[in-house]
């Protein structure tokens, strides 16, 4: 998986991988048998109800009507666990990490028709909105009942949805009975059973690996700025306090045991110390700066090159 900055090195021989598309990017899952037919079908019905609730890409999803106007919504089903990984990584980044970065994606040209083409020349600080400024009852969201909009905002779930997805899909092949596989959504890697050895791609030259970990029964998601990158250094990493692209941290990766809460330790890595990561999270992580310095967990299973 080179798609962001990780790689499977080594893996159980096992029928052909089930290879796929979906939320704008690659699916490979390794089994020890066969996916059949109806859980191929389970699992992309569960990422289609996924896409049209979380999609700011989708013409028909709950995140685009939201940014179209004001009103009265109801909580997805799935979203508690989305909601409290996203307070806790608002709470340790000091508001670094947040789902209200959509506004400030689309001027700076991350847009629903990935013009890559900023509003402005120069992008400006933008001011990134906070639960309380978006519904009248905060309360109503962490209940999962209807909420009422207060204006329209652009959510963007891309700091942790993509590993939370990635854990639903994990639960489809968990409840079918599979005790041997590895889903990878080019950047977000969950292994099931016995490890297998993961290259962590160099930020600068995916030709070369920074380091290699041992997987086994969790899961480690990367993140880098030279991925989703356009422009004089416009990225996807978007810091919430300014509403601007970070420019210290290039390249992050995070162990967890769910890959929700390694998709979004991933992010909080271009903000946050690795140890207050770990404290709050228990989850491990690397991060190395545009300068070349290199920081990880002590506790980070893995072996490092740089």
């Not at 979380?54 to 004001?70: G, Q």
């Not at 307070?87 to 400030?104: K, M, N």
């Not at 990493?237 to 991933?266: K, S």
């Amino acid at each position: 998986m080179s798609g962001e900055a990780v790689a499977p090195t080594s893996a159980p021989r096992g029928p052909e991988p089930y290879v796929f598309d979906a939320i704008g990017t690659r699916w490979q899952i390794d089994t020890d048998r066969e996916v059949p037919t109806a859980l191929r079908q389970a699992i992309a019905a569960r990422i289609d109800q996924f896409d049209r609730d979380y999609s700011r890409f989708r013409e028909d999803s709950l995140v685009t009507r939201l940014a179209r106007s004001a009103g009265a919504y109801r909580v997805p089903a799935d979203a508690q666990p989305l909601i409290e990984v996203y307070e806790r990584l608002y709470r340790v980044t000091s508001g670094a990490v947040t789902p209200f970065v959509g506004d400030a994606l689309v001027s700076l040209g991350y847009d629903a028709q990935y013009s890559l083409v900023p509003a402005a020349a120069e992008p400006a600080p933008s001011t990134v909105l906070r639960l309380a400024d978006v519904v009248d009852d905060t309360s109503a969201v962490r209940a999962g009942s209807v909420v009422h909009t207060t204006r329209p905002v652009t959510v963007d779930v891309g700091a942790a949805g993509k590993g939370y997805l990635v854990d639903l899909v994990v639960a489809l092949l968990d409840d079918a009975g599979f005790d041997s596989f590895t889903v990878d959504a080019s950047g977000d890697l969950f292994r099931r059973g016995a490890p297998i050895r993961v290259a962590l791609e160099h930020p600068y030259d995916p030709s070369k690996a920074v380091g290699v970990v041992e997987l086994g029964d969790a899961a480690l998601c990367a993140s880098a700025t030279n991925r989703r990158a356009w422009g004089n250094g416009l990225h996807h990493v978007i810091d919430g306090r300014t509403g601007l692209p970070t420019p210290q941290v290039a390249a992050t990766w995070a162990l967890a045991a769910d890959a929700r809460t390694a998709d979004g330790v991933a992010t909080a890595l271009f903000f946050t110390d690795p140890s207050a990561l770990r404290e709050e999270f228990g989850a491990d992580g690397v991060r190395i700066f545009s300068s070349g310095r290199l920081e990880r967990t002590p506790t980070f299973q893995g072996e490092i090159f740089v």
